[in-house]
């Protein structure tokens, strides 16, 4: 892997990634479509609340599913202390 990008859950349907705040799995999956063009091999890091954002995190799974990310190279963060 070379480059490891964060997109970050700041409600249920809106998502920050790579520094542009998208919404919603549409916009998701055709930044990672764009991203998966110059970076073909990255790994996408989830950071979340499962509590607060749950529907905002399957989102982000959702959008990265569509766009053709393969989800091996996905991983969630949900305090400091744990990544999956």
């Not at 480059?3 to 970050?8: C, D, M, S, Y």
């Not at 998502?15 to 930044?31: H, M, N, S, T």
């Not at 991203?35 to 499962?50: A, D, R, Y």
Request: glycine share 8%; proline share 2%; charged share 25%.
């Amino acid at each position: 892997m070379d480059k490891l990008l964060t997109a970050v859950v700041l409600d249920d349907q809106t998502v920050l990634l790579d520094g542009r705040k998208l919404a919603g799995a549409d916009e998701i999956a055709e930044a990672i479509s764009l991203l998966l063009q110059s970076v073909p091999n990255f790994v996408l890091m989830i950071e979340g609340t499962p509590e607060k954002h749950y529907e905002g995190i399957g989102t982000v799974i959702y959008g990265s599913a569509r766009a053709g990310f393969e989800l091996e190279n996905l991983r969630y963060s949900w305090n400091d202390d744990e990544a999956s």
